[in-house]
């Protein structure tokens, strides 16, 4: 039961969700990096490069890993100020104190799933999320003053030493994705997750901004969808299924979301969806909520992720192979997604291969555009 003010609903565009057994995923929030580089306010691709020391919030470097003393120890983390940007000149843009920086509404005490994406991977030791203290100015800049001394949440990486292990034994998955469970706050606040790798000195910072919404004692909405799959494939279409909540206020039917738009809705006895009039080879991502009489949402299903068949011919991209040569601009398929070939050159090592370990200078992530 929550704790919620008589008189107020759930806000439906609320993104966390109530902890509770078989509750579905939401999709990532975007970080201050993803939101400016849409915009283009921050250096290309930086996004996946806010790369700086480890063990924030540490202030020096040579510092051995307290949990796994044989990893590489750490440069200095960033300064004060500069946390949101990693000591990035190209992303400067992320540390200002003057932008009404776009917030993802949350309610304390639920549950938020953080997903990380990669253009390349490293052997890893620990995810740590830190959020701001309450009282903070979001008039200043970002500081360790500003936030808790200590993450609230750690995902460590118990294998060591990392040099013993292979790279896809030490990596994380992409996506990885951290249910947390957010403090009580209400209000502004900033989340501060830090990716930090074995066996480089470095970590990779990302800022999400968060809105907290006052708990309100509404008429709870329906749960959540879980176990959505497909039941197949076509060259143009999928078949899309999934389980009735099995908690919350009756259903009256669901909405099915591709890629995060609306592409359909059902009764609440229909438990199924075909989405046609799609293109070949081509992945998709989709997500259901429920609705009951009264309109409100629920939390998001599980991220279903589902490709459909090539068309006659193969499909319109290659796939990757080695020893093939790129050129600059081209786009390949590799580990089941698109990739943007940064300068050309011949593919003479598997670690040049997209979203490998030396992959990051050569390839970008390729998001078609509709």
């Known amino acids: 039961m929550s704790s919620k003010k008589p008189g107020s609903t759930r806000d439906p565009h609320a993104i966390s969700w109530k902890v509770a057994p078989r509750h579905g995923v939401v999709a990532s929030p975007k970080s201050r990096a993803y939101f400016a580089d849409e915009k283009g306010l921050i250096e290309g691709n930086l996004k996946y490069g806010i790369e700086w020391g480890k063990f924030f919030p540490a202030v020096v470097g040579g510092l051995q890993d307290p949990y796994a003393a044989t990893d590489a120890t750490n440069i200095t983390p960033p300064v004060d100020g500069k946390i949101a940007s990693g000591e990035r000149p190209g992303a400067a843009y992320l540390d200002r104190t003057d932008v009404n920086w776009q917030k993802h509404k949350v309610y304390g005490g639920e549950a938020l799933d953080f997903v990380w994406e990669f253009s390349a991977r490293h052997k890893y030791r620990r995810f740590n999320y830190f959020i701001t203290r309450v009282g903070w100015d979001p008039d200043q800049p970002l500081s360790r003053a500003q936030f808790e001394a200590e993450p609230f949440a750690t995902f460590l990486n118990t294998r060591?030493?990392?040099?013993?292990?292979?790279?896809?034994?030490?990596?994380?998955?992409?996506?990885?994705?951290?249910?947390?469970?957010?403090?009580?706050?209400?209000?502004?606040?900033?989340?501060?997750?830090?990716?930090?790798?074995?066996?480089?000195?470095k970590a990779f910072y990302q800022v999400v901004d968060l809105e907290f919404l006052p708990d309100g004692e509404g008429p709870e909405g329906p749960g959540a969808p879980y176990e959505l799959h497909d039941m197949g494939t076509t060259e143009t279409s999928v078949d899309l299924m999934w389980a009735a909540p099995e908690n919350g206020a009756p259903v009256d039917g669901y909405i099915i979301y591709r890629d995060g738009n609306e592409v359909g809705r059902v009764p609440s006895l229909q438990r199924t969806f075909t989405d046609d009039n799609l293109k070949p080879d081509t992945s998709y991502r989709y997500t259901v909520k429920a609705f009951d009489a009264e309109g409100q949402l629920s939390p998001s299903s599980n991220v279903h992720s589902a490709r459909t068949k090539p068309g006659e011919g193969g499909g319109e991209y290659r796939d990757w192979k080695l020893k093939d040569s790129y050129s600059t601009g081209e786009i390949v398929r590799h580990d089941q997604l698109l990739w943007q070939c940064l300068t050309s050159h011949t593919a003479h090592v598997e670690s040049w291969a997209p979203g490998a370990a030396d992959g990051f200078t050569l390839w970008k992530e390729y998001v078609r555009r509709r």
């Open 160 to 201: 060591q030493p990392y040099w013993s292990y292979t790279d896809v034994e030490m990596w994380p998955a992409n996506p990885t994705t951290h249910t947390l469970t957010l403090p009580k706050r209400e209000g502004y606040y900033v989340l501060l997750g830090v990716w930090e790798v074995a066996e480089t000195d």
